[in-house]
């Protein structure tokens, strides 16, 4: 089975959980094993909204997994970018990693929405997802949806 | 086995030139304030914990103090540039991850 990993940022923008379940979702259906790197607060949102675990299984801390990290470990990361932070931790998890890499890049303000877009195209190969968001995930996730169908038939993942 | 967290955390033996600051300041601190820089990947080990950031990284050196300038950052609270007393044979493994 391919594994997956997804990066979740500081939860303080409203459309990360929602699309991180969504994201979950469209990769299990994929067959991927998705595992979600998180800092605590994020990953309380998501159990709060998936309290059976339906979607989000395998948990750990966004912090201290990546001392454990090594290439190869995932076949696929999608990372969750709405701050300068997000885009240090998804950088470098792609370096470890040196894997396909998926950016989902969001903000309410253009030039850092541009400006955490040039950061991540500089120093990945990330395919990049971006839209200018904060309440509404719904851009973020039709750009997700037609990303991932011209992967899937580029052979990418 | 050293933690810097931990190490943080309990000790006083520190200084923190920026803190909540973008990965480039922080950079920029550190090429301006370290005798010697050097760059390394990020997810490089340097005193057993991942260096994260955006490539390439600066880590200072200070010989003279035997201490290393370093980014630091928390997904929250973004990116601070810590310095920090080091062991001269630490000093020298650094130098090895350069990558210029």
Redesign the interface.
């Known amino acids: 089975m391919k594994k997956a990993l997804i990066l979740l ?2 939860p ?1 923008s409203p459309s990360q959980t929602p699309l991180a379940v969504y994201v979950t979702y469209k990769l299990k259906k994929m067959g991927y094993d998705v595992t979600t790197a998180s ?1 605590p ?1 994020a990953m309380k949102l998501l159990e709060v909204g998936d309290p059976e675990g339906y979607y989000i299984k395998n948990k750990i801390d ?2 201290s997994c ?2 454990k ?1 090594d290439k190869g470990a995932f076949d696929l990361l999608i990372g969750f970018i709405h ?7 998804f ?3 792609n ?2 990693l040196d894997t396909t890499s998926i950016a989902i890049i969001f903000e309410k303000d253009v030039e850092k929405l541009e400006e955490f877009q040039n ?1 991540v195209s500089e ?1 990945t190969d990330a395919t990049i997802v971006s839209a200018r968001a904060f309440h509404n995930p719904t851009p973020l996730r039709v750009r997700f949806d037609k990303t991932i169908k011209k992967l899937i038939e580029s052979g990418e993942i | 086995m050293f933690c810097l967290e931990t190490y943080l955390q309990e000790s006083e033996d520190y200084d923190v030139l920026i803190s909540r600051a973008g990965f480039k300041e922080c950079a920029r601190v550190i090429d301006e304030n370290a005798p010697e820089v050097i760059h390394v990947k990020p997810g490089e080990k340097i005193l057993g914990a991942r260096i994260i950031g955006i490539p390439p990284v600066s880590v200072g050196i200070n010989e003279e103090k035997g201490t290393i300038l370093f980014p630091y950052t928390k997904p929250c609270y973004g990116t601070a540039v810590v310095e920090i007393p080091v062991e001269a044979e630490e000093i020298a493994k650094i130098r090895k991850l350069n990558i210029n």
């Open positions: 940022g500081c303080e800092t607060s966004i912090e990546i001392d990290l701050r300068d932070a997000a885009v240090s931790y950088v470098t998890f370096s470890i950061m120093s």
